[in-house]
């Protein structure tokens, strides 16, 4: 006769917490936020909560100890992130690293509470996993149908000039701060690229 061995019980799958983060500041400071902290959540192989959400005015202010405070998003200053971004074509190029992503919604008392460390974050990843996460950042449909519209008319107006030049920039006060700290950097380095306003 055999003994019957007693049943055990198969061992659980470990369910990782979610790799919650969120954003802060102007449209490079969002993607590099969103671009580092994705790549570490598939460095650690854990699922990402991506905040939905896209700071119009991400101008910052000034702080008591002079340096400039993070503009975290608001219902006044914020809209959905897929209104900028494909958050479906995002999605799916995080989950192809083998995590599940999910858009999540902005939460005051989540989000709002942790550190915008989006510059530590991405100099701490893989640079080109973060690379690869930029280049999923695709225009959402009606992004891409104005952008599309505004190149139409800014090629169509080229052709009829001469020679010229086009660049814009934020030229908040926030802005013309880092200019100034940006160029008076004592390394030798040219770096007067900011237009200073009389």
Same mark, same amino acid.
């Given at each position: 006769?055999?003994?019957?061995?007693? %049943?055990?019980?198969?061992?659980?799958?470990?369910?990782?917490?979610?790799? /919650?983060?969120?954003?802060?500041?102007?449209?490079?400071?969002?993607?590099? #936020?969103?671009? +580092?902290?994705?790549?570490?959540?598939?460095?650690?192989?854990?699922?990402?909560?991506?905040?939905?959400?896209?700071?119009?005015?991400?101008?910052?202010i000034k702080g008591t100890e002079g340096g400039?405070?993070?503009?975290?998003? /608001?219902?006044?200053?914020?809209?959905?992130?897929?209104?900028?971004?494909?958050?479906? #074509?995002?999605?799916?190029?995080?989950? %192809?690293?083998?995590?599940?992503?999910?858009?999540?919604?902005?939460?005051?008392?989540?989000?709002?509470?942790?550190?915008?460390?989006? &510059?530590? /974050?991405?100099?701490? /990843? %893989?640079?080109?996993?973060?690379?690869?996460?930029?280049?999923?950042?695709?225009?959402s449909k009606i992004a891409k149908m104005l952008t599309d519209?505004?190149?139409?008319?800014?090629? +169509?107006?080229?052709?009829?000039?001469?020679?010229?030049?086009?660049?814009? &920039?934020?030229?908040? &006060? %926030?802005?013309?701060?880092?200019?100034?700290?940006?160029?008076?950097?004592?390394? +030798?380095?040219?770096?007067?690229?900011?237009?200073?306003?009389?």
């Open positions: 006769s055999q003994e019957m061995s007693p %049943d055990v019980p198969e061992e659980a799958p470990v369910l990782l917490a979610p790799y /919650t983060y969120t954003v802060c500041n102007s449209l490079s400071n969002q993607i590099l #936020a969103h671009a +580092g902290n994705i790549a570490a959540a598939i460095k650690l192989q854990r699922p990402v909560e991506i905040p939905d959400v896209f700071i119009v005015n991400g101008v910052q400039l405070l993070d503009t975290k998003p /608001t219902k006044a200053n914020s809209i959905p992130l897929g209104a900028v971004f494909d958050g479906a #074509a995002l999605v799916e190029a995080i989950e %192809d690293y083998g995590i599940k992503a999910t858009l999540v919604p902005y939460q005051v008392d989540v989000h709002a509470k942790m550190d915008c460390s989006w &510059h530590s /974050t991405l100099k701490n /990843t %893989d640079h080109a996993l973060a690379r690869d996460i930029m280049k999923a950042l695709a225009p519209e505004i190149m139409s008319v800014l090629v +169509g107006k080229a052709r009829s000039l001469q020679a010229g030049v086009c660049l814009h &920039h934020r030229d908040g &006060h %926030d802005w013309r701060q880092r200019c100034e700290i940006f160029e008076n950097i004592k390394d +030798g380095m040219w770096r007067r690229n900011c237009d200073k306003k009389s």
